[in-house]
């Protein structure tokens, strides 16, 4: 069984930024492409941005372009989303996940296998 954990959330205030971070255990893989999604109240599940195993390729949703980058420290287990000029609009739970078939950086949640349970951001305006 894998379990993602993200952390890093909580309240900020519009323009302000935060880094989430995703880390694993359990994994029976070698590598794997993560991606993160989120899901704001009364909305459907949405994806932000995702990353390839190896880091060279990465996608992002329009809503975050120049405003999120996407990252990973393959040595430490664990995937970062940075989060700049943060919009009351970025208020939702934020979820990262893992796709351990590792082909490119999809968005399609579907693609994913394993999801946290989530992390809170909260942009005050």
């Known amino acids: 069984q894998v379990f993602l954990v993200e952390s890093g959330g909580g309240l900020v205030q519009a323009g302000g930024s935060l880094r989430l971070s995703c880390a694993a255990s359990?994994?029976?893989?070698?590598?794997?492409?993560t991606g993160w999604f989120r899901q704001a109240p009364g909305k459907a599940r949405e994806f932000v941005a995702a990353?390839?195993?190896?880091?060279?390729?990465?996608n992002y949703a329009d809503s975050v372009k120049g405003r999120a980058t996407i990252s990973r420290d393959n040595a430490k287990n664990t995937v970062y989303l940075q989060m700049n000029s943060l919009k009351s609009e970025d208020t939702a739970v934020y979820y990262c996940?893992?796709?351990?078939?590792?082909?490119?950086?999809?968005?399609?949640?579907?693609?994913?296998?394993?999801w946290g349970q989530g992390t809170q951001v909260t942009v005050s305006s």
């Open positions: 996940a893992e796709d351990y078939k590792a082909v490119g950086s999809s968005a399609r949640a579907e693609e994913y296998d394993y």
């Open positions: 990353i390839s195993w190896s880091g060279r390729s990465r």
């Open positions: 359990g994994r029976t893989y070698n590598s794997y492409a």
